[in-house]
C-alpha cells in the first residue's frame, strides 16, 4: 500500500502540474511556462515551471517535487521524532496577476511519509488547500471560488468545508500585524492521516478532487478581471499587499520552512514571492477610500 500510494500521487501531481499550466496559459495569451528540472544531492528532485511577464500573470509557479532521505534535525524536533528517513511530494503553486483587479492565488496539495531507521513506515499524512488573496474585492468572486470549493468538500462531509475554512482562515495569518489575513482564505489542511473511518483510499480521492477543481475556482474570476483598466493608485495598492503576501511567506508559512531546512531548492520555495512590493512605514490607506474598505475583508468571513 505505501508504495502505491507514493507512486499514485506522484502520478497525479505530474499530470495535474500539465493541465493547470495549460489553463493558465489560454488565459494568458502570451507568456509559457519554462521548465527548469532539478535534483536534490540528498535524494529526489522536482519539475519548476515558471511563468513571467505575461499579458495576464506577472509571474508564477506552478512546481512539483518529489523528494527523500534523511530527515533533518530541525524536522525530526519540530515533528518529535527520532532520527529518521522521509518521503515527500507535492505540488505548490502561486500565480501574481499583472492587474491588481485579478487576485493572486495559491495552491499546494501534498503528502508525506516517515519511516524508521530500519525503512518501516513510521508515519503518513496527506495536506493542502487553495487560498484567494484580492487587492481589490468583488464579493460575487468571493462567492465562486468559496462556493467552488464547498461543493467539492462536501462530497466527503457536510462538515469538511467549514473545518477546513477556519484552519485557513487562522493558518493564513499574518500574527506579527494582530491576525490580518494576508487574504480572504480559502480552504487549508494538513496531518490528515489514514484512519478506519477514511481509509488512505479516500484521502487520495479527496486530495484528488480538491487539485481538480483548481481551475474552475480561478479562471473564471481571472477572465473576468483581467481586462479592468487600472492606474498608479491601484498598481500601489496591489504592491503594498503583496509586501504582506511576503511577510507571511517568510515568517509563518510552514512549506517555505521545510523546503529550505530540508536543503530543498531555494529559486523553487521562493518562486512564491512577487517579482514587486512595497513597504511604507507606519502607512495606512486613506480614510474613506476603497483600500481602507478592503482591509475589512482581511479578516474571517462566511462567503456561502
Same mark, same amino acid.
Given at each position: 500500500?505505501?508504495?502505491?500510494?507514493?507512486?499514485?500521487?506522484?502520478? &497525479?501531481?505530474?499530470?495535474?502540474?500539465?493541465?493547470?499550466?495549460?489553463?493558465?496559459?489560454? #488565459?494568458?495569451?502570451?507568456?509559457?511556462?519554462?521548465?527548469?528540472?532539478?535534483?536534490?544531492?540528498?535524494?529526489?528532485?522536482?519539475?519548476?515551471?515558471?511563468?513571467?511577464?505575461? @499579458?495576464?500573470?506577472?509571474?508564477?509557479?506552478?512546481?512539483?517535487?518529489?523528494?527523500?532521505?534523511?530527515?533533518?534535525?530541525?524536522?525530526?524536533?519540530?515533528?518529535?521524532?527520532?532520527?529518521?528517513?522521509?518521503?515527500?511530494? !507535492?505540488?505548490? $503553486?502561486?500565480?501574481?496577476?499583472?492587474?491588481?483587479?485579478?487576485?493572486?492565488?495559491?495552491?499546494?496539495?501534498?503528502?508525506?511519509? $516517515? %519511516?524508521?531507521?530500519?525503512?518501516?513506515?513510521?508515519?503518513?499524512?496527506?495536506?493542502?488547500?487553495?487560498? $484567494?488573496?484580492?487587492? %481589490?474585492?468583488?464579493?460575487?468572486? @468571493?462567492?465562486?471560488?468559496?462556493?467552488?470549493?464547498?461543493?467539492?468538500?462536501?462530497?466527503?462531509?457536510?462538515?469538511?468545508?467549514? *473545518?477546513?475554512?477556519?484552519?485557513?482562515?487562522?493558518?493564513?495569518?499574518?500574527?506579527?500585524?494582530?491576525?490580518?489575513?494576508?487574504?480572504?482564505? !480559502?480552504?487549508? %489542511?494538513?496531518?490528515?492521516?489514514?484512519?478506519?473511518?477514511?481509509?488512505?483510499?479516500?484521502?487520495?480521492?479527496?486530495?484528488?478532487?480538491?487539485?481538480? @477543481?483548481?481551475?474552475?475556482?480561478?479562471?473564471?474570476?481571472?477572465?473576468?478581471?483581467?481586462?479592468? @483598466? %487600472?492606474?498608479? *493608485?491601484?498598481?500601489?495598492?496591489?504592491? #503594498?499587499?503583496?509586501?504582506?503576501?511576503?511577510?507571511?511567506?517568510?515568517?509563518?508559512?510552514?512549506?517555505?520552512?521545510?523546503?529550505?531546512?530540508?536543503?530543498?531548492?531555494?529559486?523553487?520555495?521562493?518562486?512564491?514571492?512577487?517579482?514587486?512590493?512595497?513597504?511604507?512605514?507606519?502607512?495606512?490607506?486613506?480614510? !474613506?477610500?476603497?483600500?481602507?474598505?478592503?482591509?475589512? &475583508?482581511?479578516?474571517?468571513?462566511?462567503? #456561502?
Amino acid at each position: 500500500m505505501t508504495m502505491k500510494t507514493r507512486e499514485q500521487f506522484t502520478e &497525479y501531481i505530474h499530470a495535474l502540474q500539465d493541465t493547470i499550466c495549460r489553463g493558465l496559459e489560454q #488565459v494568458d495569451g502570451k507568456a509559457k511556462f519554462v521548465q527548469d528540472e532539478w535534483i536534490r544531492p540528498e535524494g529526489g528532485g522536482g519539475k519548476t515551471r515558471v511563468i513571467a511577464d505575461g @499579458a495576464v500573470f506577472e509571474k508564477g509557479g506552478v512546481n512539483t517535487s518529489v523528494v527523500h532521505g534523511v530527515l533533518p534535525v530541525a524536522m525530526q524536533q519540530s515533528f518529535g521524532v527520532p532520527e529518521s528517513n522521509f518521503f515527500a511530494c !507535492g505540488l505548490s $503553486l502561486v500565480i501574481h496577476p499583472v492587474n491588481p483587479f485579478v487576485p493572486t492565488v495559491h495552491a499546494n496539495w501534498r503528502y508525506f511519509e $516517515l %519511516y524508521d531507521k530500519s525503512g518501516n513506515k513510521l508515519d503518513s499524512w496527506f495536506g493542502g488547500g487553495c487560498d $484567494l488573496t484580492p487587492y %481589490y474585492l468583488f464579493e460575487e468572486d @468571493a462567492r465562486h471560488f468559496h462556493g467552488t470549493l464547498k461543493r467539492v468538500m462536501d462530497g466527503f462531509g457536510a462538515d469538511k468545508y467549514a *473545518r477546513h475554512k477556519k484552519q485557513c482562515d487562522e493558518y493564513f495569518s499574518n500574527k506579527h500585524r494582530g491576525d490580518e489575513m494576508r487574504g480572504i482564505g !480559502g480552504v487549508f %489542511y494538513d496531518y490528515l492521516k489514514p484512519t478506519e473511518a477514511e481509509p488512505e483510499d479516500m484521502l487520495i480521492a479527496f486530495q484528488k478532487a480538491n487539485g481538480d @477543481a483548481f481551475l474552475e475556482a480561478y479562471l473564471p474570476i481571472a477572465e473576468k478581471r483581467k481586462d479592468m @483598466a %487600472y492606474g498608479e *493608485r491601484e498598481v500601489e495598492w496591489q504592491e #503594498v499587499r503583496r509586501g504582506r503576501y511576503v511577510e507571511f511567506n517568510l515568517i509563518h508559512d510552514r512549506g517555505t520552512l521545510f523546503g529550505l531546512k530540508t536543503n530543498g531548492r531555494t529559486e523553487s520555495i521562493l518562486m512564491s514571492l512577487p517579482p514587486r512590493a512595497r513597504w511604507y512605514y507606519n502607512y495606512q490607506p486613506k480614510p !474613506g477610500s476603497r483600500e481602507e474598505q478592503m482591509m475589512q &475583508y482581511y479578516r474571517p468571513k462566511d462567503w #456561502v
